[in-house]
C-alpha cells in the first residue's frame, strides 16, 4: 500500500479509526521520507510536527525530531495513535500507575525504522530521539479522531496537566 492508498483507505472513515484498523494500515504502507519531504521540518528547540493530511475521522502528521528530543510523556485522551517510523530508530518508554498514583516506566523498545507502535486514550508513553552519531528521527503519526488534548505526566508529581494545544506546521 502507497500513501495515497492509506489515506484513501482512513478517508472512508467518517467517526473514530479502530486501533487495530490503524495499526494494520501503518503495518502495510509501505513510505520513505522522499514520499514526505516538503514535511521534512525540524526546530532546534522542539520536535517539529507537520501537517500531512486531515480527513473526516482522523489527522496524519509527521514529525521530526532532532538527536536528543523527546515527547513529554503523555496519554491520548479521545484518541487513537498510530506510529510508523520513517527513518531512524525512535525510543518507546511505556508507563504505568503505582498504588500512591505516581507513574513508573514498565518497559521501553527501541523502534527500528518501518516499526509500528499504537496507544490510545489512557496509554501513557514517551517517544525519544537517543540514538547516537547526532541522526534524526522521522515519524508518521496518525491521530483519530484529531488529538485535541493529552494528559501530561511527571516522574516526580501525581497531578496530570491537560494539554489542549498543539502547534502543527502546516505546508499544504
Known amino acids: 500500500m502507497n500513501l495515497q492508498e ?6 472512508q472513515y467518517e467517526s473514530r479509526i479502530p ?6 494500515a501503518l503495518q502495510r504502507v509501505e513510505l520513505s521520507c522522499d514520499c514526505v519531504s516538503d514535511q521534512l521540518i525540524f526546530h532546534d528547540d522542539h520536535y517539529q510536527r507537520n501537517l500531512l493530511h486531515e480527513g473526516p475521522a482522523y489527522q ?11 515527547s513529554l510523556i503523555h496519554d491520548h485522551v479521545g484518541s487513537s495513535c ?30 527500528q525504522e518501518g516499526a509500528v507502535c499504537a496507544a490510545q486514550d489512557m496509554d501513557i508513553h514517551q ?10 528521527l522521522v515519524t508518521l503519526h ?6 485535541a488534548r493529552m494528559g501530561v505526566y511527571s516522574l ?6 491537560r494539554q489542549d494545544e498543539y502547534k502543527i506546521a502546516s505546508n499544504a
Request: proline letters at 3%.
Open 6 to 11: 492509506l489515506l484513501g483507505t482512513l478517508d
Open 156 to 161: 516526580t508529581d501525581s497531578r496530570v496537566v
Open 19 to 24: 486501533l487495530d484498523v490503524l495499526d494494520d
Open 142 to 147: 496518525i491521530y483519530s479522531p484529531k488529538l
Open 60 to 70: 496524519a502528521l509527521i514529525i521530526c525530531w532532532l538527536n536528543g528530543q523527546r
Open 82 to 111: 498510530g506510529v510508523k517510523i520513517l527513518r531512524g530508530t525512535a525510543t518507546e518508554t511505556i508507563f504505568d500507575w503505582s498504588d500512591n498514583r505516581m507513574i513508573y516506566p514498565t518497559r521501553t523498545s527501541m523502534l
Open 127 to 136: 517517544i525519544s530521539n537517543l540514538q547516537a552519531d547526532n541522526r534524526d
